[in-house]
């Protein structure tokens, strides 16, 4: 069984704190990794995706990748209210067309 | 671009009833993919179309068909809708490979009664 496994939260974060979302995945073979968020009543949108081992940076967004260990994590810094939204991993894991997809985190970013 | 476009956005149902739930994309995408979404739950995939002319089953693909028509357009159809198919339905496009992001149309909430 494929899956993709996050802690459901609700993560409560202090405004211009650092969060940390993490999400782990069962398939070692997994190829690419993807954070998108939601917010209530829309539609899932791209944060990020990562491929390689390390971290990679987008503006306050820092996606980071261990492979061994199996698990992919999104930092935001400077928490804003408007990042409170659920945060959903989505791996492809092998070479077909299809996203395993974590149930998400729900953030909460306190002012 | 309007990106990903579904049609209705809300619809509600009497057990028994068939609908379909349109799909479509002007990205010029492989891949398109149905997915339902329940509360406190994560994406399920219910049917995906991984190029123009084909179809598989996702994860959850009991009491749905669907067409893809052309590249553009991938439609799900509910033959006769149950209270358990009451969910939230997202459609979404890629262009195809492994590395490409998903882009998701706006969502259909299905209430049936």
């Known amino acids: 069984q494929k899956e993709v496994e996050q802690n459901s939260g609700p993560l409560s974060v202090p405004e211009g704190a650092i969060a940390s979302l993490n999400c782990t995945y069962s398939d070692r073979g997994s190829q690419s990794f993807f954070w998108y968020r939601q917010y209530s009543g829309k539609s899932p949108e791209l944060i990020m995706f990562?491929?390689s081992n390390g971290d990679k940076e987008d503006g306050r967004f820092t996606a980071q990748l261990n492979k061994a260990s199996q698990y992919v994590s999104l930092l935001i810094r400077d928490s804003q209210p408007s990042d409170s939204a659920t945060y959903l991993c989505?791996?492809?894991?092998?070479?077909?067309?299809?996203?395993?997809w974590g149930a998400g985190t729900k953030l909460i970013i306190k002012p | 671009n309007a990106g990903v476009t579904q049609t209705p956005k809300f619809q509600v149902l009497k057990t028994g009833q068939s609908m379909t739930l349109q799909c479509a994309q002007d990205m010029n995408h492989n891949s398109m993919y149905w997915y339902r979404q329940d509360p406190g739950m994560g994406l399920r995939l219910i049917y995906y179309s991984a190029s123009e002319g084909t179809t598989d089953k996702g994860e959850v693909p009991n009491g749905y068909n669907v067409s893809r028509l052309n590249k553009r357009e991938f439609s799900l159809r509910l033959e006769s809708a149950a209270p358990s198919q009451t969910s939230v339905y997202f459609c979404?496009?890629?262009?195809?490979?492994?590395?490409?992001?998903?882009?998701f149309g706006p969502g259909t909430r299905l209430t049936v009664l």
């Open positions: 990562i491929y």
């Open positions: 989505a791996v492809n894991m092998d070479s077909n067309y299809q996203l395993i």
């Open positions: 979404a496009s890629r262009k195809g490979t492994v590395t490409d992001t998903q882009y």
